[in-house]
């Protein structure tokens, strides 16, 4: 307690006045806001828990809960396994290992946004004038479309992490199995493997919850459509808030939406923290 | 003594870090009041194709009124204007004249938007045109303009195919012309009669459906808004045009959006008629200034008992905020009636703005393009209805049940014969709500 003096708060401060302004005080409105009619200007009666039983009555949130957790699943396990195969693979030493890092990362430089919008394009003209047309105008292939833009995008920077973790690695460990006679995939399975599974926690988590969070892909290669099918939780209440003009149950849609984000993530990074070896 | 220099170093950054922040906050309220005895009035609107011609006439306005200072902002669309509006109003820096779409908009901002109907602009403007925005006796907004919708169609394709598109008034009228264009299609140089964007689902759910559910409420968006039910008796006559449009428009039609639509396909001479309004000109004129001015024309979509007859509307009003001074209230009104009936506003309004005017005194005028002039005579001739899906557009029952709704039939994943009762139970659960 000793180093909380005067210069401690100084440094505080102005962060804790800024977050309290920005995320604390809003946060707290908007739990008061899902208890009323808000509509964005003001409100004129308290509802109770009205709009949170109507989150869950909704078949539009539902719905896009349901695509959003099988979403989630699949690119979860996608991504850390594409992002950990171009980790190895560039990890070994070739000539050009590190002009294919700066590859598999650059997607990762385009925003999401514009990433939706070059890939609409890849999928209704170079798909149609490859003989598969039709992509994007049902549910699975707009699931598939979603699924495949995520992966271009996020595969390079969860390979960063795992590259960061893999060249931690000492190389004496690796030297001593192989002495001791190790076959590869059991250099793999029993001395690299556990050596990062911090990366597996770092990963996962951002995975998951980036995955729950997804928003500008959505927007930009679907747009929900056709028929809301491909709607996913972060477009629905923003749909909800914005073209129902319906605030107060998008904030009660968003808090739910917190918490179950929270739970997921807090219990994700509680069981992989317990998988982690320290050397 | 160097602690000490360390200390007020970090006190200084700290204090400053901290003011700025607050003093972001404070700062942005308290303008537009008239400072030095002009009067500012700001305008918050949400057509954004007139975003330039409108700032270049409220500079012209300031010229001839020394007293008044303009600004304008402009935000598309309607998912992105009303949470700006909602924030200007809630921070203090509410708009003098603002923009609204409907009654679910009037309703919404009946706190801020003054009763116009005693002004000399509102009784200028066409009878019914306000009626959408009309609370009781109160009118809280004025009309921009009218637009109309129907088939825009390439006058080149039709004259090479033989078919005089004045001559269809009914819909056995269009099948026969769509079935002829169809069977020249190589010849005609088209890829589909149509060109349907499954995509955009207020097509088919705004302006088609239009077409069949207003005639329940004449046309008027206030009745529907009013109204706890629907019927939907025409129905059966809408699945006709959708599967219409369907059967000879370009292909994949669940693929194709308004931009494939109008530019790639209607602008390039691909189809021979799309279901669009007077606002897709300027998109046209830039791809093909030619095309755009020579060889567009529009038809109204024929209508069992209301053949020959075009849809025109409204899609936006001016509001003027009540909780300004007096003044500012007074300099606002006073521009909008100058805008729309002042020989010069009315200029403006036709040339540069490019707007049909929802307005008494423009006997003599010529609109700017041939889209607007459709709509312009088929205004003055009478022979119109009205636009009643206003009263829908700012609910849900648009985005999650009608919209969706359509579009599986569209897709062939549903029956019409559900895609209609799902529509007219979901009406009913909103409005008894």
Same mark, same amino acid.
């Given at each position: 307690?000793?180093?909380?003096?005067?210069?401690?708060?100084?440094?505080?401060?102005?962060?804790?006045?800024?977050?309290?302004?920005?995320?604390?005080?809003?946060?707290?409105?908007?739990?008061?806001?899902?208890?009323?009619?808000?509509?964005?200007?003001?409100?004129?009666?308290?509802?109770?828990?009205?709009?949170?039983?109507?989150?869950?009555?909704?078949?539009?949130?539902?719905?896009?809960?349901?695509?959003?957790?099988?979403?989630?699943?699949?690119?979860?396990?996608?991504?850390?396994?594409?992002?950990?195969?171009?980790?190895?693979?560039?990890?070994?030493?070739?000539?050009?290992?590190?002009?294919?890092?700066?590859?598999?990362?650059? @997607?990762?430089?385009?925003?999401?946004?514009?990433?939706?919008?070059?890939?609409?394009?890849?999928?209704?003209?170079?798909?149609?004038?490859?003989?598969?047309?039709?992509?994007?105008?049902?549910?699975?292939?707009?699931?598939?479309?979603?699924?495949?833009?995520?992966?271009?995008?996020?595969?390079?920077?969860?390979?960063?992490?795992?590259?960061?973790?893999?060249?931690?690695?000492?190389?004496?460990?690796?030297?001593?199995?192989?002495?001791?006679?190790?076959?590869?995939?059991?250099?793999?399975?029993?001395?690299?493997?556990?050596?990062?599974? @911090?990366?597996?926690?770092?990963?996962?988590?951002?995975?998951?919850?980036?995955?729950?969070?997804?928003?500008?892909?959505?927007?930009?290669?679907?747009?929900?459509?056709?028929?809301?099918?491909?709607?996913?939780?972060?477009?629905?209440?923003?749909?909800?808030?914005?073209?129902?003009?319906?605030?107060?149950?998008?904030?009660?849609?968003?808090?739910?939406?917190?918490?179950?984000?929270?739970?997921?993530?807090?219990?994700?990074?509680?069981?992989?923290?317990?998988?982690?070896?320290?050397? | 003594? &160097?602690?000490?220099?360390?200390?007020? /170093?970090?006190?200084?950054?700290?204090?400053?870090?901290?003011?700025?922040?607050?003093?972001?906050?404070?700062?942005?309220?308290?303008?537009?009041?008239?400072?030095?005895?002009?009067?500012?009035?700001?305008?918050?609107?949400?057509?954004?194709?007139?975003?330039?011609?409108?700032?270049?006439?409220?500079?012209?306005?300031?010229?001839?009124?020394?007293?008044?200072?303009?600004?304008?902002?402009?935000?598309?669309?309607?998912?992105?204007?009303?949470?700006?509006? &909602?924030?200007?109003?809630?921070?203090?820096?509410?708009?003098?004249?603002?923009?609204?779409?409907?009654?679910?908009?009037?309703?919404?901002?009946?706190?801020?938007?003054?009763?116009?109907?005693?002004?000399?602009? /509102?009784?200028? /403007?066409?009878?019914?045109? /306000?009626?959408?925005?009309?609370?009781?006796?109160?009118?809280?907004?004025?009309?921009?303009?009218?637009?109309?919708?129907?088939?825009?169609?390439?006058?080149?394709?039709?004259? &090479?195919?033989?078919?005089?598109?004045?001559?269809?008034?009914?819909?056995?009228?269009?099948?026969?012309?769509?079935?002829?264009?169809?069977?020249?299609?190589?010849?005609?140089?088209?890829?589909?009669?149509?060109?349907?964007?499954?995509?955009?689902?207020?097509?088919?759910?705004?302006?088609?459906?239009?077409?069949?559910?207003?005639?329940?409420?004449?046309?008027?968006?206030?009745?529907?808004?009013?109204?706890?039910?629907?019927?939907?008796?025409?129905?059966?006559?809408?699945?006709?045009?959708?599967?219409?449009?369907?059967?000879?428009?370009?292909?994949?039609?669940?693929?194709?959006?308004?931009?494939?639509?109008?530019?790639?396909?209607?602008?390039?001479?691909?189809?021979?008629?799309?279901?669009?309004?007077?606002?897709?000109?300027?998109?046209?004129?830039?791809?093909?200034?030619?095309?755009?001015?020579?060889?567009?024309?529009?038809?109204?979509?024929?209508?069992?008992?209301?053949?020959?007859?075009?849809?025109?509307?409204?899609?936006?009003?001016?509001?003027?905020?009540?909780?300004?001074?007096?003044?500012?209230?007074?300099?606002?009104?006073?521009?909008?009636?100058?805008?729309?009936?002042?020989?010069?506003?009315?200029?403006?309004?036709?040339?540069?703005?490019?707007?049909?005017?929802?307005?008494?005194?423009?006997?003599?005028?010529?609109?700017?393009?041939?889209?607007?002039?459709?709509?312009?005579?088929?205004?003055? $001739?009478?022979?119109?209805?009205?636009?009643?899906?206003?009263?829908?557009?700012?609910?849900?029952?648009?985005?999650?049940?009608?919209?969706?709704?359509?579009? $599986?039939?569209?897709?062939?994943?549903?029956?019409?014969?559900?895609?209609?009762?799902?529509?007219?139970?979901?009406?009913?659960?909103?409005?008894?709500?």
């Amino acid at each position: 307690m000793k180093n909380r003096s005067l210069s401690f708060w100084l440094f505080v401060t102005p962060t804790l006045v800024a977050l309290a302004l920005v995320v604390f005080i809003p946060a707290l409105m908007g739990i008061f806001y899902s208890f009323t009619n808000w509509d964005g200007l003001t409100y004129t009666t308290m509802l109770g828990f009205k709009n949170y039983i109507t989150v869950f009555q909704d078949s539009g949130f539902l719905a896009a809960l349901w695509f959003t957790v099988k979403f989630v699943v699949v690119t979860v396990i996608l991504l850390n396994v594409i992002g950990l195969s171009l980790a190895l693979l560039v990890t070994r030493k070739f000539k050009g290992n590190n002009l294919l890092r700066t590859v598999f990362f650059m @997607p990762n430089l385009i925003g999401g946004l514009i990433l939706g919008f070059i890939w609409q394009f890849i999928f209704t003209q170079v798909f149609d004038a490859l003989g598969f047309s039709g992509w994007l105008t049902n549910q699975t292939t707009g699931f598939w479309g979603l699924v495949i833009v995520t992966l271009w995008q996020m595969s390079g920077y969860i390979m960063i992490i795992y590259i960061a973790y893999l060249q931690n690695i000492p190389t004496e460990v690796i030297e001593a199995a192989e002495i001791d006679g190790a076959s590869p995939w059991q250099r793999f399975w029993n001395i690299t493997f556990p050596m990062i599974a @911090p990366a597996f926690t770092v990963s996962m988590f951002l995975t998951l919850s980036n995955g729950f969070k997804l928003y500008d892909p959505n927007l930009s290669l679907t747009n929900g459509g056709p028929y809301k099918s491909t709607e996913m939780l972060a477009m629905n209440i923003v749909n909800t808030a914005y073209s129902e003009n319906d605030f107060a149950r998008a904030e009660a849609k968003a808090l739910v939406f917190f918490v179950i984000v929270g739970a997921i993530s807090l219990l994700q990074v509680y069981y992989t923290r317990k998988r982690e070896v320290d050397l | 003594m &160097k602690i000490g220099w360390k200390k007020i /170093a970090v006190m200084a950054m700290a204090a400053l870090a901290t003011t700025t922040a607050l003093a972001a906050c404070s700062s942005g309220s308290s303008s537009s009041s008239s400072s030095n005895g002009k009067t500012t009035i700001s305008i918050l609107q949400g057509k954004v194709e007139v975003n330039k011609q409108l700032k270049q006439i409220a500079t012209e306005y300031e010229k001839t009124h020394p007293n008044v200072k303009i600004t304008v902002s402009s935000i598309g669309g309607g998912t992105e204007y009303n949470p700006v509006l &909602k924030t200007r109003i809630s921070s203090g820096n509410a708009p003098t004249i603002f923009s609204l779409a409907g009654p679910a908009d009037a309703k919404q901002f009946s706190a801020q938007a003054a009763d116009l109907s005693k002004t000399k602009v /509102a009784k200028a /403007a066409l009878p019914g045109t /306000a009626s959408a925005v009309q609370i009781g006796s109160k009118t809280l907004g004025i009309p921009f303009n009218i637009e109309g919708y129907g088939f825009v169609y390439n006058k080149e394709v039709f004259q &090479k195919a033989g078919i005089d598109p004045t001559s269809i008034k009914t819909y056995d009228d269009l099948v026969n012309a769509v079935n002829t264009l169809n069977d020249k299609k190589s010849e005609l140089g088209i890829k589909g009669v149509f060109a349907l964007p499954g995509k955009e689902t207020w097509v088919l759910s705004d302006h088609l459906a239009n077409l069949y559910l207003g005639q329940e409420f004449n046309g008027n968006a206030k009745k529907m808004y009013d109204s706890k039910s629907m019927k939907f008796t025409a129905n059966e006559e809408m699945k006709q045009m959708i599967d219409l449009q369907n059967k000879f428009s370009i292909k994949p039609v669940m693929q194709m959006d308004y931009s494939q639509q109008v530019n790639q396909y209607f602008s390039q001479g691909k189809a021979a008629m799309i279901q669009q309004g007077d606002w897709i000109y300027p998109t046209v004129e830039q791809i093909d200034k030619n095309f755009a001015k020579n060889q567009i024309g529009m038809i109204p979509i024929p209508v069992k008992g209301q053949e020959d007859k075009l849809p025109v509307g409204t899609s936006l009003y001016w509001a003027v905020n009540k909780k300004k001074s007096t003044k500012e209230q007074k300099a606002a009104t006073d521009f909008l009636a100058w805008l729309y009936t002042s020989e010069a506003g009315k200029k403006d309004v036709v040339n540069k703005l490019h707007f049909v005017p929802a307005y008494k005194g423009y006997d003599n005028f010529k609109m700017a393009d041939p889209l607007s002039q459709v709509v312009f005579d088929y205004s003055q $001739r009478k022979a119109t209805t009205g636009w009643a899906f206003p009263a829908y557009t700012g609910t849900s029952w648009d985005p999650n049940t009608f919209q969706p709704n359509l579009q $599986r039939y569209l897709a062939g994943k549903q029956s019409w014969d559900k895609t209609v009762k799902n529509s007219i139970d979901g009406w009913k659960t909103q409005q008894n709500k």
